[in-house]
Each structure stands twice: as structure tokens, then as C-alpha cells.
């Protein structure tokens, strides 16, 4: 079920298409020209008709371009919030074969959030409503000011430091915010206090 969404949309991160957007902007001479809507609910939906300009093997769209239409769709549902965030994370799981002349429909929702951080579900469907992809994304807000943390002292003795490059930070583990990581002392590392796994700052994530 998507969360409603309260639209008051930063100029940069509206849901119409984007100047210079490969996948919405139905003027991009070599991009895919997908017209994505935003339901009052919060949805975001798409008909994408698949052209074989965007095949891998033959007969077969290639699987990143599959991904790439349903991040947009989640990216959309996110941004219709009006809060700025970009992709940290992308899980798909390809349930069936792409092929190109397909009239396929696309779906994008916001699954839960947090203050900073939402999570977003998108799927991708033909005509008869067999799934042909599902993905799971992680959207953070664009990097934040850098912080440092007292680490453990250097071989010398002289007490060390760890730089971080966010004040929130990323669990892979627990696929969540956090606010306390802690510093290992083997190593250094930033790790989540409830798992154990390294934790990323939001500036060290890819996100795009």
C-alpha cells in the first residue's frame, strides 16, 4: 500500500520530466521518453512500450534498462513527498523475460520512512498482470556537512581519529538509518552496534 504523500515538490526534485533525464524527459533524442504519473495516493505509474533499440541479447531488454525504469518510478514516488533524496541502494529480482514491442506497465510506491531515510517498492507488469520485475530501493538525502569521531590511538600512541563524512549513517545489515555507530577497535571501522556491519556515511554512498 503507498504512503500518502504531501506534494510540495523543491524545483530540482519535482516528478515531471527533467531537462536532461535519459528515462522521463519526452524530448531526450536518445532517451527512453517514459511519461510516469503521480496518483493523489502517492503512486507513480507508467506504460512503457520496449523498443529493441534496448535489447542485451537479442530479443531480450537488457536487464539494466529494466532496473533503470523502475528506479525512475520509486525516484518519482519519493519526490512527489517534496523531500530531497537520492538512490542508496537497488535490489531487482527479474521474474521473466523482457522482449521488445512489449506494452508493459510500470509502478513505483513508497513502502515506509523515516526522517531522512524512505523505502520504495516498484514493479514492472505486462498486459495479462505477470510480473516481469520487482525492486526494492533505500533513497537518503543528498550529502550532509563532514563530522569526525575519536577513533582508537595510532601505534605511536598519539589518540586517532576517524573521519566521517556524514552525521547519519547507513546500515547495509539492518537495511536502516542509524545515528550511533560505533568504532571498532581492530580496525577503525564505523560499525552498526546492533549488527556488526560496517556502516556507510551518505557521503560515501553512490547515490544517484
Request: charged content about 20%.
Amino acid at each position: 500500500m503507498p504512503i500518502a504523500s504531501a506534494i510540495t515538490k523543491p524545483a530540482a526534485f519535482r516528478t515531471e520530466d527533467q531537462p536532461m533525464c535519459v528515462v522521463c524527459n519526452l524530448r531526450h533524442p536518445n532517451g527512453l521518453r517514459i511519461k510516469y504519473e503521480t496518483t493523489a495516493g502517492g503512486e507513480v505509474t507508467a506504460n512503457w512500450l520496449t523498443s529493441s533499440g534496448w535489447a542485451g541479447f537479442p530479443g531480450i531488454i537488457h536487464g539494466g534498462i529494466v532496473s533503470t525504469v523502475l528506479d525512475e518510478a520509486m525516484s518519482k514516488a519519493v519526490a512527489s513527498t517534496g523531500c530531497r533524496a537520492l538512490t542508496a541502494e537497488l535490489r531487482v529480482r527479474f521474474r521473466g523475460q523482457v522482449s521488445p514491442g512489449e506494452d508493459l506497465v510500470i509502478r513505483g510506491w513508497i513502502v515506509a520512512r523515516t526522517r531522512r531515510l524512505f523505502r520504495a517498492e516498484a514493479s514492472l507488469k505486462a498486459g495479462d498482470g505477470t510480473e516481469r520485475a520487482h525492486a526494492w530501493a533505500t533513497f537518503l538525502p543528498p550529502p550532509n556537512r563532514p563530522t569526525t569521531v575519536a577513533g582508537k590511538a595510532s601505534r605511536n600512541g598519539t589518540p586517532g581519529a576517524v573521519a566521517i563524512r556524514a552525521e547519519v549513517f547507513y546500515c547495509p545489515g539492518c537495511n536502516q538509518e542509524i545515528g550511533d555507530p560505533v568504532v571498532c577497535r581492530d580496525c577503525t571501522a564505523l560499525i552498526c552496534r546492533v549488527c556488526g556491519s560496517p556502516v556507510e556515511g551518505i557521503d560515501d554512498l553512490g547515490i544517484g
